[in-house]
């Protein structure tokens, strides 16, 4: 699963996915269903996935696939696929360009290769927990040398609150600059090109969290969950340079 080989197939899936998803983008017929967790679908998610799931499995039949909309296969095998086709939906249907498409290839499990292709403005980044491109061309984190000066993301701000120490949230508000609800795959890609500093979100899901993990290790990020620990497996996630990483995580842990 070398570069040579992953990387023009990632290329592509990514491609034939948003041929599916851009031409629904701010469309006014657009039907928007809920689901019964209370979470957003529509036509694009559903059609942009099985897309994928049919090219995955013709180039790679013994491999797994994990998505958001349709049922697991053979999640346990060696290889597998995490797939959310639309990372973002409530902001895809309010006609917001923050969303994406997360691809992500896992070996045993662990993330090896991720995509996040931010369709509506153009921009793919595939990270390989080495090296990360936006469009084939490197980029990284910026080194922002005073935690006061970092910029801070998180999906939504409600969040935090409700799933973890109030004080340990109101804490990192204190201790950083500016603070904005650029969420969902695209505050991720903002950390990875070099746009913020700080992304943290209390409660994701597998398909929410696993392509982002290749893409921002290669752009140089530290990554945990809140509390520290191994973000594999778990619920949350906190990003952010390895100058500042650990001391967010007491700050956010009092």
Not at 18 to 45: G, H, M, R, S
Not at 87 to 115: E, M, Y
């Amino acid at each position: 699963m070398d570069a040579a080989t992953m990387i023009p197939f990632l290329k592509h899936l990514s491609a034939e996915s948003a041929k599916v998803i851009n031409p629904l983008f701010f469309n006014p017929d657009l039907q928007v269903e809920w689901k019964e967790d209370n979470t957003p679908v529509t036509y694009a998610d559903k059609k942009a996935e099985e897309v994928l799931r049919e090219l995955i499995t013709k180039e790679f039949p013994d491999h797994g696939i994990v998505g958001e909309e349709f049922p697991n296969v053979n999640e346990d095998a060696e290889y597998s696929w995490v797939l959310d086709p639309i990372d973002g939906t409530r902001s895809f249907a309010a006609g917001t360009p923050h969303f994406g498409t997360l691809i992500c290839l896992r070996h045993n499990k662990q993330p090896i290769w991720g995509v996040i292709n931010v369709c509506a403005l153009d921009r793919l980044y595939i990270g390989n927990n080495e090296q990360c491109w936006m469009n084939d061309r490197p980029v990284k984190m910026r080194e922002t040398k005073d935690l006061s000066k970092c910029f801070l993301l998180t999906t939504d701000p409600k969040r935090p609150y409700l799933h973890h120490s109030i004080e340990g949230w109101n804490n990192l508000l204190a201790a950083t600059d500016q603070y904005r609800s650029w969420g969902d795959c695209f505050g991720y890609t903002m950390l990875a090109s070099g746009g913020a500093d700080i992304m943290c979100d209390p409660k994701m899901s597998l398909w929410d969290m696993a392509a982002l993990l290749p893409v921002v290790r290669g752009a140089g990020a530290a990554v945990s969950n809140w509390n520290g620990n191994d973000p594999v497996g778990s619920d949350s996630l906190v990003v952010a340079h390895p100058r500042h990483h650990a001391r967010i995580i007491e700050i956010l842990n009092p």
